[in-house]
């Protein structure tokens, strides 16, 4: 599985960003979203809502998709140091499949203290008619030069259950 995401702000209340995502032989999407915070900015749990479009691969096809989320993080302290926590409900309408697919995923992880840090990730997705799928992924960040390396071991269950490894790198431009 390859990803790629980035995303930008492009004004103070508008981020800007695409996501791509293939898994060889399967299936894939090619998404460009805009996300709008709402509510106020000092607020300690920050809300956004994010619109997106683009394209998905299904049975070697490319159709439209379409995806509306609502998403809310928050900043935690404790005694390791200082991170974050976040959820995100998503509806994505993939125009080839006959039903939306609902997603619910949260994600913790600490962004300072430690040179070693904890990220957890947990990703489900509901289609009707469809096993519940789920991935788990606990891993580590370290900071290289300018970016944060993340390495994770991923258990995830679908139409059947797969353990592997993942590797990130987030970079600040």
Do not use: C
């Not at 508008?14 to 299936?27: E, V």
């Not at 300690?44 to 997106?52: F, I, S």
């Not at 469809?130 to 390396?149: C, E, N, Y």
């Amino acid at each position: 599985e390859t990803k790629l995401y980035g995303e930008y702000g492009l004004l103070p209340r508008m981020t800007l960003g695409f996501d791509l995502n293939d898994i060889r032989a399967k299936s894939a999407h090619a998404l460009m979203f805009a996300r709008f915070p709402i509510g106020r900015a000092d607020n300690r749990t920050l809300y956004a809502v994010e619109l997106g479009v683009g394209k998905h691969r299904y049975q070697m096809q490319w159709a439209p998709m379409y995806k509306a989320a609502l998403a809310m993080g928050r900043g935690i302290e404790n005694r390791w140091g200082s991170g974050w926590m976040g959820a995100e409900l998503a509806y994505e309408v993939r125009t080839a499949l006959p039903e939306p697919t609902i997603k619910l995923d949260f994600v913790a992880g600490l962004s300072s203290g430690p040179r070693i840090r904890p990220l957890v990730k947990f990703e489900t997705a509901y289609m009707a008619d469809q096993p519940f799928s789920w991935a788990l992924t606990p891993g580590i960040m370290f900071d290289v030069r300018k970016s944060t390396w993340v390495i994770g071991i991923e258990g995830r269950s679908t139409t059947q259950r797969t353990i592997g490894i993942t590797f990130n790198i987030w970079r600040n431009f």
